[in-house]
């Protein structure tokens, strides 16, 4: 008898190894080097993991694990629905840093604006956790670093830097725990997705990488950013509607909370391309430090902005140079229409067969218990007053105060028709095309700027409707 079981024990164990050579795993759990992933920096894993996903969605779903303590280097991966992407503590995916392998647009049609590495489209149940790091390698994929940033390779219609993550009409999407790091283009790219939560991630890149931002949600609904800890050269969170997605329809229903955020551009950005709408949107309880711009919106299409609150924010920003989107404006809203087209990108920036545009309107905006320290004051406008509309400003404090050595004075208009920048002292409020303001307990201090900088609490001209 004990033979026997002796005998049944080791056949037992024979058909579990032959499974796991196989690439079968433990019940739900599809460990990627059971499907040949090794630990390496320099060997493409990319067929290993996509046997180990595609796998686990085949049967039903599961968790796809990459061990603890290892780094997996790999091309471009699609994801499927019913998968969780784990990443167990110290665990690495590193983008494979050869361009010639991206070859998948981030934007369709239009290839000039990077391609994609981790994406998926049509799914369901998609998720990434854990406490590992997926790794964008973006340095390899710029050109020579210069004092404030990195230059770019140059380009024509086609440019292989890699979007981290790309997901296109997704519904049930949960990213939560992981640290994202080193995006070469856009990181976290949502769209026209459906119920989706980030929450508790670190979404690290390296501040001067342009183009590299945060998170993007492009003809978004009902999606949940809590608890991040975001630095990006580029925008950190940004809601626009992208014209090569316009099937989908408006960005709207967002809700940002408990996120601290960090950039060279603009830290929160609400366009600037926008051929349809966004509306219904709240941030709430953020920090924004050392930014170029803290909270930006910025309409240059013929899409409209309405119903969106900002309350309960600290926002600090700096000067950088124009290499960046921002002239250290703690709060920014304005409406003009973007310059008529004359480069690579211009086919994709106007409704089709146009060369310019026009701009949508901005109303019924709220600024909530809003302290700033900042260079500058915030700029408030548009092309005509009836563009920018119902503002209200509710204990907001502006801070000023000279801490960079770049010189201040001037207000960012780009990209818009004319003029980009707007040289003027530097005002708590400076407003140039607006009605139906109302400001409620609002103050300037001016203490600290020296008085030849300074040029008033408030700058208005071309405006109606202001209540303060």
């Keep these: 008898m004990k033979t026997k079981v002796l ?100 934007f369709g049609e239009n290839e000039g604006e990077g391609m994609m590495w981790l994406s998926g489209k049509d799914l369901e149940n998609v998720s990434i956790t854990g406490t590992g790091t997926i790794d964008g390698n973006g340095v390899a994929f710029m050109g020579a670093e210069l004092d404030d940033s990195y230059e770019l390779k140059p380009v024509t219609t086609f440019d292989p830097r890699p979007h981290v993550l790309t997901l296109i009409n997704c519904k049930k999407i949960n990213i939560s725990d992981i640290t994202i790091t080193g995006s070469a283009y856009w990181t976290v790219h949502l769209v026209g997705c459906y119920d989706a939560a980030i929450s508790d991630i670190s979404l690290l890149n390296n501040l001067k990488i342009r183009n590299g931002d945060g998170i993007d949600l492009d003809h978004s609904k009902k999606i949940r950013i809590t608890g991040c800890f975001i630095e990006s050269g580029d925008d950190c969170i940004c809601l626009k509607n992208r014209r090569e997605y316009e099937e989908y329809g408006p960005c709207r229903d967002i809700v940002v909370t408990n996120c601290i955020m960090t950039s060279r551009s603009c830290a929160i950005k609400i366009g600037s391309e926008n051929m349809d709408s966004i509306d219904h949107v709240l941030f709430d309880n953020c920090i924004i430090r050392n930014s170029n711009r803290g909270i930006g919106i910025q309409n240059r299409d013929e899409g409209t902005v309405s119903d969106v609150t900002f309350a309960n924010m600290s926002v600090e920003c700096l000067l950088h140079s124009d290499v960046w989107w921002g002239k250290a404006e703690p709060i920014y809203v304005t409406s003009y229409r973007r310059a008529p087209g004359n480069h690579k990108d211009a086919g994709w920036r106007f409704p089709k067969g146009a060369r310019e545009g026009s701009c949508g309107v901005v109303s019924r905006i709220n600024f909530i218990n809003v302290s700033c320290l900042s260079e500058n004051g915030c700029f408030i406008g548009g092309e005509t007053p009836e563009k920018v509309t119902d503002l209200t400003f509710r204990n907001v404090d502006i801070r000023l105060k000279k801490i960079t050595t770049w010189p201040g004075g001037v207000y960012d208009k780009r990209p818009c028709d004319g003029e980009g920048f707007v040289n003027a002292p530097v005002y708590g409020f400076y407003i140039d095309g607006a009605s139906d303001l109302t400001f409620t307990d609002c103050r300037i201090y001016s203490s600290d700027m020296d008085a030849s900088q300074f040029g008033g609490d408030y700058k208005i001209t071309n405006a109606f409707g202001i209540k303060k």
């Design 7 to 106: 005998f049944n024990s080791l056949i037992i164990f024979a058909l579990g190894f032959l499974c796991s050579c196989n690439g079968e795993t433990n019940g739900s759990d599809y460990n990627i080097m059971s499907f040949g992933a090794v630990d390496s920096e320099d060997i493409d894993n990319a067929d290993a993991i996509q046997d180990a996903i595609d796998a686990c969605s085949e049967n039903g779903g599961g968790s796809v694990i990459f061990p603890a303590g290892k780094t997996f280097m790999s091309g471009p991966l699609h994801l499927r629905s019913n998968v969780d992407l784990h990443f167990e503590p110290g665990s690495r995916l590193l983008a494979n840093p050869d361009e010639s392998i991206y070859h998948e647009s981030a």
